[in-house]
Protein backbone atom coordinates (compact mmCIF):
# COMPACT_ATOMS: atom_id res chain seq x y z
CA UNK A 1 0.00 0.00 0.00
CA UNK A 2 1.13 3.26 -1.11
CA UNK A 3 1.36 5.94 1.61
CA UNK A 4 2.50 9.41 1.27
CA UNK A 5 3.54 11.89 4.21
CA UNK A 6 3.82 15.75 4.05
CA UNK A 7 5.69 18.08 5.99
CA UNK A 8 7.51 21.36 6.56
CA UNK A 9 4.31 23.69 6.55
CA UNK A 10 4.27 26.43 8.87
CA UNK A 11 3.87 30.18 8.79
CA UNK A 12 5.98 32.54 7.37
CA UNK A 13 6.22 36.33 5.87
CA UNK A 14 5.62 37.51 2.02
CA UNK A 15 8.49 37.08 0.56
CA UNK A 16 9.92 34.32 3.06
CA UNK A 17 10.31 30.84 1.78
CA UNK A 18 9.40 27.05 2.73
CA UNK A 19 10.36 23.56 1.99
CA UNK A 20 8.05 21.12 1.73
CA UNK A 21 8.84 17.30 1.82
CA UNK A 22 6.66 14.36 0.52
CA UNK A 23 8.06 10.86 1.67
CA UNK A 24 6.69 7.71 0.24
CA UNK A 25 6.43 4.16 1.28
CA UNK A 26 5.05 1.14 -0.52
CA UNK A 27 5.86 1.68 -4.00
CA UNK A 28 6.56 -0.84 -6.54
CA UNK A 29 9.33 -1.04 -8.41
CA UNK A 30 7.82 0.91 -11.54
CA UNK A 31 7.27 3.62 -9.23
CA UNK A 32 5.30 6.53 -9.72
CA UNK A 33 5.01 10.07 -10.99
CA UNK A 34 4.09 12.52 -7.75
CA UNK A 35 2.32 16.16 -8.07
CA UNK A 36 2.50 18.68 -5.26
CA UNK A 37 -1.29 20.27 -4.89
CA UNK A 38 -2.86 23.06 -3.22
CA UNK A 39 -6.31 23.84 -2.16
CA UNK A 40 -7.20 27.26 -0.15
CA UNK A 41 -10.46 27.85 1.83
CA UNK A 42 -13.48 27.98 -0.99
CA UNK A 43 -11.36 26.86 -4.00
CA UNK A 44 -11.07 24.20 -5.98
CA UNK A 45 -7.71 21.72 -5.23
CA UNK A 46 -5.23 23.07 -8.11
CA UNK A 47 -1.89 21.75 -8.97
CA UNK A 48 1.15 23.29 -8.10
CA UNK A 49 3.81 21.10 -9.92
CA UNK A 50 4.66 17.60 -10.76
CA UNK A 51 7.58 15.83 -11.33
CA UNK A 52 7.50 11.94 -13.59
CA UNK A 53 9.69 9.11 -12.35
CA UNK A 54 11.45 7.90 -15.08
CA UNK A 55 12.97 11.05 -16.94
CA UNK A 56 12.56 13.42 -13.55
CA UNK A 57 10.49 16.04 -15.84
CA UNK A 58 8.87 18.58 -14.30
CA UNK A 59 5.99 20.67 -14.70
CA UNK A 60 4.64 24.28 -12.86
CA UNK A 61 1.37 26.13 -12.33
CA UNK A 62 2.45 29.38 -14.00
CA UNK A 63 1.08 31.20 -11.13
CA UNK A 64 4.61 29.26 -8.95
CA UNK A 65 6.87 29.55 -12.24
CA UNK A 66 10.04 30.54 -11.33
CA UNK A 67 9.20 30.86 -7.72
CA UNK A 68 9.11 27.09 -6.62
CA UNK A 69 11.09 24.17 -7.60
CA UNK A 70 10.12 19.92 -7.45
CA UNK A 71 12.79 17.89 -6.65
CA UNK A 72 13.04 13.98 -6.22
CA UNK A 73 15.41 11.86 -4.21
CA UNK A 74 14.59 8.54 -5.20
CA UNK A 75 17.07 6.53 -2.96
CA UNK A 76 14.76 8.33 -0.24
CA UNK A 77 11.44 7.47 -2.00
CA UNK A 78 10.96 11.67 -0.67
CA UNK A 79 9.58 14.61 -3.46
CA UNK A 80 10.74 18.03 -2.05
CA UNK A 81 8.64 21.43 -2.99
CA UNK A 82 11.46 24.16 -2.77
CA UNK A 83 9.16 27.53 -2.09
CA UNK A 84 10.51 31.27 -2.64
CA UNK A 85 9.10 34.02 -2.94
CA UNK A 86 5.92 33.21 -0.73
CA UNK A 87 3.34 35.57 -1.53
CA UNK A 88 -0.26 35.34 0.28
CA UNK A 89 -1.90 33.82 -2.18
CA UNK A 90 -0.29 30.87 -2.22
CA UNK A 91 -1.87 30.48 1.42
CA UNK A 92 -3.45 26.93 1.36
CA UNK A 93 -3.33 23.38 2.77
CA UNK A 94 -0.63 21.64 0.38
CA UNK A 95 -1.03 17.98 -1.26
CA UNK A 96 1.35 15.69 -2.45
CA UNK A 97 -0.13 13.24 -4.79
CA UNK A 98 1.23 9.72 -6.53
CA UNK A 99 -0.48 7.73 -10.09
CA UNK A 100 1.50 5.40 -11.91
CA UNK A 101 1.99 6.42 -15.36
CA UNK A 102 3.34 10.05 -16.66
CA UNK A 103 3.10 13.05 -14.31
CA UNK A 104 0.30 15.23 -14.80
CA UNK A 105 -1.33 18.20 -13.01
CA UNK A 106 -4.84 17.02 -12.67
CA UNK A 107 -6.07 15.78 -9.49
CA UNK A 108 -8.48 13.39 -10.33
CA UNK A 109 -5.88 11.33 -12.11
CA UNK A 110 -3.99 11.01 -8.97
CA UNK A 111 -3.93 7.49 -6.85
CA UNK A 112 -2.96 8.22 -3.56
CA UNK A 113 -3.23 11.45 -1.44
CA UNK A 114 -1.29 12.40 1.65
CA UNK A 115 -3.02 14.46 4.56
CA UNK A 116 -1.61 17.69 3.82
CA UNK A 117 -0.06 20.38 5.34
CA UNK A 118 -0.62 23.92 6.02
CA UNK A 119 1.43 26.65 4.59
CA UNK A 120 -0.26 30.35 5.82
CA UNK A 121 1.81 33.27 4.43
CA UNK A 122 1.05 36.46 6.30
CA UNK A 123 2.97 39.37 7.76
Known amino acids: EVQLVESGGGVVQPGGSLRLSCAAS????????IGWFRQSAGKEREGVSC????????YYAGSVKGRFTISRDNAKNTVYLQMNGLKPEDTAVYYC????????????????WGQGTQVTVSS
Open 51 to 58: ISRSDGAT
Open 26 to 33: GFTRDGYA
Open 97 to 112: AARRGIATMSPPLYDY
